[in-house]
């Protein structure tokens, strides 16, 4: 499964980066507000720091405007991914986006037929949020289940499954074993991942051993 980043904060992306795991990144509208900058500097610089996908959300809803703002941001650099959500427009923006070789994420998906419409659309990834459907008191994990059956059955499918609105560890790991192809992770949610109290544990026990041998190597 690849890794991507879920932020527009590019001090954390560089972090990341530096580790060699990430497979890309998102944003969205949200994200660029709480980072408090000019939204085509800050895809230009993450597009530098991380040379897999990069999604980048248009702002108008109409399909005209789609295209237009989806051209501008894709003239940003070859890995910008237009980020377009799942309407009637966004479908019709997204077959024009990708027959001119763009990367597009059909996103805020909440249902099986939605992703069956991006992928017949082109998407290069389409985005269910499974965080938002789990806080209304329904199972998000089941909406990745059912999009990873439905495009299984159908090998002209080729749209790649981005689980989004990832909330904890378990998410990762759950969207893992169903098989979709990538996660698009919180930072901290990210650096989470390394984390088991019996892997300190053990680190503190093998080091206290490893002194009273009195060798260096
Ligand atoms: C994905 O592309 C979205 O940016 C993101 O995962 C939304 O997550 P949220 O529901 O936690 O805002």
New binding site residues.
């Given amino acids: 499964m690849k890794f991507f980043v ?1 932020t527009a904060d590019v001090a954390e992306i560089a972090d990341l980066a530096a580790t060699g795991l990430l497979d890309g990144v ?1 944003t ?1 509208p ?2 660029v507000a709480k980072a408090g900058r000019d939204f085509k500097t800050i895809i230009r610089e993450i597009c530098a720091l991380v040379p897999g996908p990069v ?1 980048a959300e248009v702002a108008a809803l109409d399909y005209e405007g789609m295209i237009t703002e989806g051209r501008t941001l894709a003239k940003i650099a070859k890995n910008v991914t237009v980020k377009l959500p799942l309407t009637w427009e966004g479908l019709k923006a997204c077959k024009t986006l990708t027959g001119e070789g763009t990367m597009v994420n059909v ?1 805020l998906c909440f249902s099986a037929n939605q992703a069956l419409l991006a992928a017949k659309a082109g998407a290069t990834f389409v ?1 269910p ?1 499974i ?2 459907l789990d806080d209304q008191g329904l199972e998000g994990m089941e909406l990745i289940s059912e999009i990873r059956t439905i495009y299984d059955n159908y090998e002209t499918l080729s749209t790649q499954i981005l689980a ?4 904890t560890v378990n998410h990762v790991k759950q969207a893992a074993m169903i098989g979709a192809d990538v996660s ?1 992770v919180p930072p901290a949610i990210l650096k989470a991942l390394v984390k088991h109290p019996l892997t300190d544990k053990g680190i503190e026990t093998f080091m206290a051993d490893w002194k009273k041998t009195g060798q260096k190597i």
Avoid: E, P, Q, Y
């Fill in positions: 879920d998102t969205n949200s994200l999604s996103t985005s949020f965080g938002r989004a609105s990832i909330r698009t």
